[in-house]
């Protein structure tokens, strides 16, 4: 199952685990996004993929349409908990609380959500995987960003935690921390100012969404007795959160 797998990483994501034969269940809000994503990887490599339609922040939404799943979708074995976003880039006492609301209920309370309805069945089964996509913001902190790191940091506090409280069960925990990645990250979080969300990126090479999506099929790809615990991911030009070489 890959949350937010209407865009960016989560959908790079469903190309790249597809093309290792991985059967999909592809959510997310948009569900115009999901059919068509959904159409073309089954057009590509065969009728391997559902999608579902669901808010993380919502909990009764995310059981619902879990419990929902068809039968044979239903022993979800690798879990990307993908959905995230950041909103508004403003000092603390300036910020509006609303997009703190939505920012701590998707990064943090959806990822549990998520986790809380999927983990147990790995847990009877005796094994999987969850990859929480987290950021460089979970390790570093940025002006005007505080709310957002804080999320992310909780992220991190989350993935270490699982990882203790599941290791008798042999499920792996990894977390995957991007740097700059260009996708709509920065449109969402300027209200769709495409102006201000290119200056995110001028003057560098950023990564992709792709590349991102290639690092997340190595770690699920890998043998059952190897976990990768963290991975930071920066482009070359990134060499801290704020510090780029830019031309």
Known sequence: MITGATSGIGKATAYALAKKGISLILTGRREERLSKLKDDLSKQYGNHFIYSVFDVRKKEEVYAA???????????????NNAGLALGLTHVQDSDTDEWDRMIDTNIKGLLYVTRA?????AARGGGHIVNVGSIAGREVYENGAVYCATKHAVDALT?????DMVKYGIKVTGVRPGAVETEFSLVRFNGDQARADEVYKGFEPLVA???????????DLPKHVCINDILVTATAQASITNFHRT
């Open 66 to 80: 879990i419990e929902s799943i068809p039968d044979d979708f239903r022993k979800i074995d690798i879990l990307i």
């Open 118 to 122: 999927i983990a147990p069945g790995m």
């Open 160 to 164: 270490r935690g699982m990882r203790l």
């Open 210 to 220: 792709e590349d991102i999506a290639e690092v997340i099929a190595y770690a699920v």
